[in-house]
C-alpha cells in the first residue's frame, strides 16, 4: 500500500525541482518523456512505462539502468501511455492517492484525454502554473494558492454552494455545458448534493 504514486508525463515544460519533493511511502513511475525528469534522482525510479519514442536513446540507455521495471509499449496502440499507466495502477497496485504531473500545457487534445481520465481514476496533475482535480458529492473545504479558481461540471451538479470565494454561489444547479464559475478567486467552502465537479487553480 502506497501513500501517493506519483506520475511525471510530457511536455516537458514545468520545473521538476519547484513541484516535486520526496516524501515516505511513494512510488515513483515516469511516463515516456517525463522519465527525463528522474535521471538526476539520487534513488531509484520505481516504474517507467512508454514506447520512448519522445526521449534520445543516449539519454534512455542512461536512466533505464535507474528503474526498477520498465514496460515498453508498442507504438502503435489504442490508448495514450498515461491511459495505459493509470488501467495498470488501478488494476494492480494498492495506494491512497495518485499526483501526475505535467500533461497540462502541449497538445490540447492529450489535454482534454487527461481530463476524461481523471473522471475515471480520481487523480490530481500539477504543473507550474495550474492545480487540477476532482471533487465528488458533500462538503469540501477548498485550499487555494492560485490566483484565479474555476469550478466546472463533469458530470452535472445538483444544489452546488460556494462560500467565502470572491463569487458565493447558493444552490445553483450546474450543467456539464455551464461555464458560470470560471475565474473565481480565494478560498472557502463548496457543497453540492450530486454530481462531479473538476476545480482548476491556475495563475495567469
Same mark, same amino acid.
Given at each position: 500500500?502506497?501513500?501517493?504514486?506519483?506520475?511525471?508525463?510530457?511536455?516537458?515544460?514545468?520545473?521538476?525541482?519547484?513541484?516535486?519533493? %520526496?516524501?515516505?511511502?511513494?512510488?515513483?513511475?515516469?511516463?515516456?518523456?517525463?522519465? %527525463?525528469?528522474?535521471?538526476?534522482?539520487?534513488?531509484?525510479?520505481?516504474?517507467?512505462?512508454?514506447?520512448?519514442?519522445?526521449?534520445?536513446?543516449?539519454?534512455?540507455?542512461?536512466?533505464?539502468?535507474?528503474?526498477? %521495471?520498465?514496460?515498453?509499449?508498442?507504438?502503435?496502440?489504442?490508448?495514450?501511455?498515461?491511459?495505459?499507466?493509470?488501467?495498470?495502477?488501478?488494476?494492480?497496485?494498492?495506494?491512497?492517492?495518485?499526483?501526475?504531473?505535467?500533461?497540462?500545457?502541449?497538445?490540447?487534445?492529450?489535454?482534454?484525454?487527461?481530463?476524461? *481520465?481523471?473522471?475515471?481514476?480520481?487523480?490530481?496533475?500539477?504543473?507550474?502554473?495550474?492545480?487540477?482535480?476532482? *471533487?465528488?458529492?458533500?462538503?469540501?473545504?477548498?485550499?487555494?494558492?492560485?490566483?484565479?479558481?474555476?469550478?466546472?461540471?463533469? %458530470?452535472?451538479?445538483?444544489?452546488?454552494? *460556494?462560500?467565502?470565494?470572491?463569487?458565493?454561489?447558493?444552490?445553483?444547479? *450546474?450543467?456539464?455545458?455551464?461555464?458560470?464559475?470560471?475565474?473565481?478567486?480565494?478560498?472557502?467552502?463548496?457543497?453540492?448534493?450530486?454530481?462531479?465537479?473538476?476545480?482548476?487553480?491556475?495563475?495567469?
Amino acid at each position: 500500500m502506497f501513500d501517493k504514486i506519483k506520475i511525471f508525463v510530457g511536455p516537458n515544460n514545468y520545473d521538476f525541482n519547484r513541484l516535486y519533493f %520526496e516524501e515516505a511511502n511513494e512510488f515513483l513511475i515516469g511516463v515516456d518523456s517525463g522519465l %527525463e525528469y528522474l535521471k538526476n534522482l539520487q534513488k531509484q525510479v520505481d516504474l517507467a512505462v512508454g514506447d520512448f519514442d519522445s526521449i534520445d536513446k543516449s539519454q534512455y540507455d542512461v536512466i533505464k539502468d535507474k528503474c526498477k %521495471e520498465i514496460i515498453t509499449l508498442d507504438k502503435d496502440k489504442k490508448m495514450t501511455d498515461l491511459a495505459f499507466t493509470l488501467e495498470y495502477i488501478y488494476n494492480n497496485m494498492d495506494y491512497s492517492s495518485i499526483e501526475v504531473y505535467g500533461g497540462i500545457s502541449g497538445r490540447v487534445d492529450h489535454f482534454l484525454a487527461n481530463v476524461n *481520465l481523471i473522471k475515471k481514476y480520481d487523480f490530481s496533475m500539477r504543473d507550474n502554473k495550474h492545480h487540477i482535480y476532482m *471533487l465528488k458529492k458533500g462538503k469540501h473545504i477548498v485550499n487555494n494558492y492560485k490566483k484565479y479558481i474555476s469550478f466546472f461540471a463533469i %458530470e452535472d451538479c445538483y444544489n452546488l454552494s *460556494l462560500r467565502g470565494f470572491k463569487f458565493p454561489l447558493n444552490n445553483y444547479y *450546474l450543467s456539464m455545458n455551464d461555464s458560470l464559475c470560471v475565474s473565481n478567486e480565494g478560498e472557502g467552502e463548496l457543497e453540492f448534493t450530486k454530481g462531479k465537479i473538476l476545480v482548476i487553480s491556475t495563475d495567469d
